[in-house]
Every structure is written in C-alpha cells, then in structure tokens.
C-alpha cells in the first residue's frame, strides 16, 4: 500500500516515526513537505529523495504565473462547499493575506506538481492536516481521485482511543463497520463514565496549565525573521 504523509512542521516529526513503522510492516510511504525545511530535515533522516517532494523547490513558477493562466490551470477541482478555491484560500491564514493573484498561482503550481506525484506513487491514502493552502490543495485532489486524506487525532474519552477523520471536514472515517460487541463496550464505558467520571488523561497531565517556555520558540522566530524562504 502506498500511504503519503504531508509535512506541517513539528507533526514532520511523530509523523516520521509512524511512517518509519509502517513501511517496516511492508508498506510504501512518500511525503509532500511545503518547505526546504522540512524536506531537508526528512532527507537528514534517510527517507530517499525520490519519495520526497518539496513544493518550494518551485517557488519561481508561482512568481512568474499570472492569474489568467493559473485559474486555467485549476479548472474542474471544484466541488460543492468546502470544496471551492475559495474556501481554500479564506481557511488559509497566509493565502488569504495574500492578493489574489499570488494566491491563485499558489495553488495552481501546487496543483501541477502534487497531482501527478500522487498518481505516479499510486498513493491510496494520505495523512495530514486542512490548514494551510499546500494540505487543503492536496484535499482538494484527493476529493478528485478517491484518495482519502485523514487527519489521525486523540481521542479525548477515552482517552486511550485514537481515530481518523477527513482533514477539512472532521467527518469521521471508518474503518470497519461496529459490531455488537463494540457497541456493549461503549455502553459499558458510558455507564462507568457517568456514575464515576474520570478526567481523560490529557487534563491529568496538564493540571497546572500550559505553563512551560520551550528554548526552541526562539529558534523559531529566528528563521521566521532571517530565513523565511527556508520556512516557506
């Protein structure tokens, strides 16, 4: 099976011990990184180059494209809301800073080079986030050759389930249909859950609040001020 990963930023790194799991157990995996970064930082970690591909690696293509030709290029990706270039660019907090043009252009260069990337890994699923304008265009192609692109989440209670859901919708994907005794698990944890509640274990690890100052945050904005070509 061939799954794709899409880089966005520190979830780079829980994604790549996952994958490094998965294609021990005999599956495929490629990635979709936006930024030099990132692409450079998988590539450090020994993930072939072939399997890796770096959207800035094509930044001068969306400089020089104008509008006319980049909405040419994104013709027939629409569907019904969400699924609009419109709601792309608004659920985009960079793209809908950015005028029009760029933003178009943007997308369509994306659209050109992660398209037949998919096609030519045979990806069949692909596991990300629908926040920035590089993951939802990969949604939105994903919509137009039956790829699903889930986002893999916690589960809050109980708190040691995990589940998928599609990155920009949240509908939850299913995997198997529950049987009978799913459901008798469930009724039993909920009947536990509301005659002696406990706390998911997320609230019991974190009781005195998000405090903490991570060192790193100042490495962050660094590169954010100095080198944000490299963090495209």
């Known amino acids: 099976m061939s799954l794709c ?123 990300g986030e629908g926040t920035w304008g590089f993951e939802l265009m990969t949604w939105l192609l994903g919509r137009k050759h039956g790829i699903p692109v889930l986002t893999p989440s916690s589960a809050r209670v109980p708190s040691d389930r995990f589940y998928f859901a599609d990155a920009v919708t949240a509908n939850l994907y299913a995997v198997a249909e529950p049987a009978a005794a799913d459901r008798r698990q469930a009724e039993d944890f909920l009947r536990t859950w509301l005659d002696r509640p406990v706390q998911p274990t997320y609230m019991q690890l974190h009781r005195r609040g998000y405090r903490a100052f991570r060192s790193r945050w100042l490495n962050e904005l660094r590169i954010a001020l100095f080198r944000p070509g490299l963090d495209r």
């Open 5 to 127: 990963f899409i880089s966005n930023k520190d979830l780079t790194v829980p994604f790549s011990d996952i994958a490094r799991r998965l294609k021990h157990e005999g599956e495929h995996i490629v990635w979709l990184a936006p930024s030099r970064r990132w692409a450079n930082w998988l590539l450090e970690e020994g993930w072939p180059a072939d399997d890796v591909f770096c959207l800035a690696d094509h930044e001068q293509e969306w400089l020089d494209l104008p509008l006319d030709k980049a909405m040419a290029e994104l013709e027939g990706l629409e569907g019904e809301p969400p699924a609009t270039l419109g709601n792309v660019i608004q659920m985009c907090r960079y793209l809908k800073r950015s005028d029009r043009s760029f933003s178009y252009a943007y997308l369509a260069v994306a659209r050109r080079h992660i398209e037949p990337f998919l096609q030519r890994k045979k990806v069949e699923v692909a596991f």
